[in-house]
């Protein structure tokens, strides 16, 4: 794999949903300790941070289209299921969204604020890989981003749909590194 040429005035790192509720699950843990490295590296060199989580309002905004297979919803989620995990230090400087839907990039306005800082390239992880992750990637090729998906970074409810986001997904629509190869091919 080539070196990768980061310019953090047009890069931006992107995660997906790591907050109290989300990251108990199997392996998220694991997600924020590696998501820390790359908000150490992006904070090093003054490059945007943008923290997504997803909450809802009254539970009137939750998507509720016609399925068939049931997701139930929890009704009784602790008061601060959506509250970023503080071990990502996230500061007033940070950009955080809250979606009400599975991609960052619907309903909220983080394309113009990327374009606004003139962001070509984004840097993503986070939770669930093949929601979360892959919905906000599908947004993101659409809009015409360069990507980098931190595929350690990143978890799911089963390594089935892990892999399927990681080996048929993403190759088509960026870049994939684990974060120890990002840390060490990036160069400014």
């Excluded at 490295?37 to 060199?45: A, E, T, Y």
């Excluded at 906000?136 to 892999?163: C, K, P, V």
Aim: glycine share 8%.
């Amino acid at each position: 794999m080539n070196t990768l040429h980061i310019d953090y005035q047009k890069t931006a790192l992107i995660l997906i949903d790591l907050q109290k509720g989300i990251v108990a699950m199997p392996g998220g843990n694991e997600v924020v300790e590696k998501a820390v490295k790359l908000v150490d590296l992006f904070r090093q060199n003054n490059g945007f941070i943008s923290f997504v989580r997803v909450s809802f309002l009254d539970g009137k905004d939750v998507l509720k289209p016609l399925i068939d297979e049931f997701v139930p919803t929890p009704t009784n989620r602790p008061i601060d299921w959506d509250e970023l995990v503080p071990e990502l230090g996230v500061t007033e400087k940070d950009y955080v969204i809250t979606k009400r839907q599975w991609g960052a990039f619907f309903g909220t306005d983080l394309d113009l604020q990327l374009r606004r800082r003139g962001i070509d390239t984004i840097v993503l992880c986070g939770i669930a890989t093949n929601i979360g992750v892959e919905s906000t990637a599908r947004e993101a090729f659409q809009f015409g981003y360069n990507q980098i998906f931190i595929t350690d970074a990143m978890t799911t409810f089963s390594e089935e749909a892990h892999q399927a986001s990681i080996q048929f997904i993403f190759p088509r629509i960026g870049k994939s590194r684990t974060t120890a190869e990002f840390l060490t091919q990036v160069r400014g």
